[in-house]
């Protein structure tokens, strides 16, 4: 089977012979070819996990990569599944596949400890504030409430533009994320589901100030490299990077606060 195929999810599979292979598994599980075809039958699942994970993450992460990560999982699923459990092994599956997927994101993090913590409060006091104050926090608002300096703040923030957030990638509900990084083409669920969060998006890109609107206007209405959008604003790159991630921390902020009322 070819990798392509998997990807785009042309699979002929049928209940049959996911039967059949099972059969022959656990006959002897020491087969190398059975496990083989058992694992080349869920590869497909393997796929739909890492297809499904926001775009921002296979921006930094290509899928080969995701799906290489899940087939370890998925190996782990098989080998610890047992038909006395009381659900379908695709159910059971998809969680291990996921969390091999996680682990390994999680082993390409590069900030220390202390780094993560300090972007962690910084997320935090963005949510607290926006929640607290019915709109998005000015940079001295978010240093006031994480006791940082400005600088400090936009340094954690700039840092937190270079790493995998799995904390709020992978919440459940509409994501302004997956909307603004989405580049497949949509199912019609997806088509409402974004023209839904777009619509929002739209009401709260007016509560930004004036650079965080330029920066998203540039990047995602003109298609605007970093390297293009900071010759325009006449700014570094790096702080380019600095203000999208704001922008996004915001806008995240503000449709958690919107959830909750």
Not at 44 to 70: D, F, Q, T, Y
Not at 214 to 225: A, N, P, T
Request: glycine share 4%; hydrophobic share 40%; net charge negative.
């Amino acid at each position: 089977m070819k990798i392509n195929d998997l990807i785009f999810g042309n699979s002929d599979f049928s209940k049959e012979a996911e039967d059949d292979l099972w059969e022959e598994f656990r006959k002897i599980p020491e087969d190398p070819d059975a496990l083989r075809k058992l694992v080349e039958y869920y590869l497909p699942l393997v796929v739909r996990v890492a297809n499904k994970l926001p775009g921002n993450i296979k921006e930094k992460v290509s899928v080969r990569e995701l799906i290489g990560a899940g087939v370890i999982g998925l190996h782990d699923a098989i080998a610890g599944f047992s038909c006395e459990k009381n659900v379908q092994f695709s159910t059971f599956a998809y969680k291990r596949i996921k969390g091999a997927i996680l682990d390994d994101l999680r082993s390409q993090d590069p900030l220390t400890r202390t780094q993560r913590t300090c972007y962690k409060e910084i997320c935090a006091a963005i949510n607290k504030l926006t929640s607290e104050l019915a709109r998005p926090p000015t940079d001295e608002e978010i240093a006031k409430e994480t006791e940082m300096s400005i600088s400090d703040v936009d340094k954690y923030i700039g840092m937190g533009s270079e790493i995998i957030n799995l904390e709020d990638e992978f919440e459940d509900g509409l994501s302004y994320m997956d909307v603004l990084a989405d580049n497949k083409t949509p199912s019609p669920f997806d088509l409402a589901h974004n023209a839904l969060a777009l619509s929002k998006l739209r009401e709260h890109f007016r509560e930004l100030d004036v650079r965080e609107q330029k920066v998203l206007y540039l990047r995602h209405y003109e298609d605007m490299s970093v390297k293009e959008i900071a010759k325009v604003l006449e700014i570094s790159e790096g702080r380019i990077s600095q203000i999208y991630q704001k922008v996004v921390l915001k806008l995240r902020a503000m449709m958690k606060a919107e959830e909750l009322t």
